[in-house]
T-cell receptor, first 113, second 113 residues
Framework: GDSVTQMEGPVTLSEEAFLTINCTYTATGYPSLFWYVQYPGEGLQLLLK?????DKGSNKGFEATYRKETTSFHLEKGSVQVSDSAVYFC????????????FGRGTSLIVHP | SQTIHQWPATLVQPVGSPLSLECTVEGTSNPNLYWYRQAAGRGLQLLFY??????ISSEVPQNLSASRPQDRQFILSSKKLLLSDSGFYLC????????????FGPGTRLTVT
């Protein structure tokens, strides 16, 4: 079945540092890929998405590129802020026609001032 | 615009008591609906999903059940809570459109004592 693997956390950075959170996937067909963010005590919010190979999703300074050749969708941000501290989930759906999403386990990001 | 509501926000219940969590969606019709549980410090576990009124699929055998009495209403229930039912319960919907992205409610924090 489909699976998503994210790097273990927590990731701890200083403010204005560069962020990369790795995500790789295994899926049948051509899934859509997503990053969601969860702030403490809240539900998940869609951060960005990409629906086909080489698409780049971007939002709020975050970017991720759908790399079919490496089956990856790494999340990056050039300069993190304290307010970016949250848990980030990589996910896929639509592979093989299934709309049921598959989520990674989440990566906690802690940004210090 | 679409919104999703969950209530209650927090709940403390004794072992063996019943449970009813409600989720409603506004601003869309015939959504796919989902219930997830998130244990402390862990990822998302899909519990139930529904593609239409009265259509419920269960992902995990347990003492929980779900119902969809109306198009935009999704209810999670239990007749007798266990300690292991404690967690953060999230409702989500998707429209099945471009990429099947999900939109999450604010969550219900359930503590079984």
């Amino acid at each position: 079945g489909d699976s998503v693997t994210q790097m273990e956390g927590p990731v701890t950075l200083s403010e204005e540092a560069f962020l990369t959170i790795n995500c790789t996937y295994t899926a049948t067909g051509y899934p859509s890929l997503f990053w969601y963010v969860q702030y403490p005590g809240e539900g998940l919010q869609l951060l960005l998405k990409a629906t086909k190979a080489d698409d780049k999703g971007s939002n709020k300074g975050f970017e991720a590129t759908y790399r079919k050749e490496t089956t990856s969708f790494h999340l990056e941000k050039g300069s993190v802020q304290v307010s970016d501290s949250a848990v980030y989930f990589c996910a896929l759906s639509g592979g093989g026609g299934s709309y049921i999403p598959t989520f990674g386990r989440g990566t906690s990001l802690i940004v210090h001032p | 615009s679409q919104t999703i509501h969950q209530w209650p926000a927090t709940l403390v219940q004794p072992v063996g008591s019943p449970l009813s969590l409600e989720c409603t969606v506004e601003g869309t019709s015939n959504p796919n609906l989902y219930w997830y549980r998130q244990a402390a410090g862990r990822g998302l576990q899909l519990l139930f999903y529904s593609v239409g009124i009265g259509q419920i699929s269960s992902e995990v055998p347990q003492n929980l059940s779900a119902s969809r009495p109306q198009d935009r209403q999704f209810i999670l229930s239990s007749k007798k809570l266990l300690l292991s039912d404690s967690g953060f319960y999230l409702c989500a919907w998707s429209g099945g459109g471009d990429g099947y992205e999900q939109y999450f409610g604010p969550g219900t924090r359930l503590t079984v004592t």
